[in-house]
């Protein structure tokens, strides 16, 4: 397999795992061609490689950088804006999970919290609501809890050491 295929092949699948994870396929194609190059890329090279209108490029990097997993470079002299993504993946990993925690299991949380602490009468169904919808906030809080944990470890010099003798 040369090349060119093989990064086309890359950059497909990465975008077809996008739209698994929750995120648009055009998106993580863009990321994933911006992950996989060794120079930062403009918007008129994203465009032409994948085929896409500007509004559709310009869109999905201005989500990516909302991620903070794609950043806008200058090149001197250029007038073209250049962009480069995350290249280090504890960093990629730690800012996805931060990004999904707070857009998908934090509003999650506030509404099983909200289900759960309703006033359960007589009825054995009530009953039931609250003590199963109790039951998944606290296990997703302690799931969140973790992936904070696992967060912070990333951070600080312990995590930092702990993880470079796992590699």
């Not at 090149?75 to 993504?85: L, M, N, P, S, V």
């Amino acid at each position: 397999m040369e090349f060119k295929e093989a990064k086309n092949k890359f950059v497909q699948t990465w975008g077809a795992l996008g739209s698994q994870w929750g995120i648009n396929k055009t998106m993580a194609k863009i990321h994933a061609l911006l992950m996989v190059s060794n120079e930062p890329v403009s918007m008129e090279d994203i465009m032409e490689e994948l085929q896409i209108s500007r509004g559709n490029a310009s869109m999905n990097l201005r989500s990516l950088m909302d991620w903070g997993i794609v950043y806008k470079e200058y090149k001197a002299g250029e007038r073209k804006e250049f962009f480069t993504a995350e290249k280090d993946l504890d960093e990629l990993a730690v800012k996805i999970s931060r990004e999904r925690s707070k857009r998908e299991i934090k509003p999650t949380l506030k509404i099983l919290k909200e289900v759960s602490t309703i006033e359960a009468k007589d009825s054995a169904e009530e009953k039931h609501f609250v003590d199963q919808t109790t039951k998944l906030y606290d296990f997703v809080l302690k799931a969140d809890n973790m992936l904070d944990k696992m967060t912070e470890f990333n951070d600080n010099w312990l995590g930092k050491l702990v993880m470079k003798m796992m590699k």
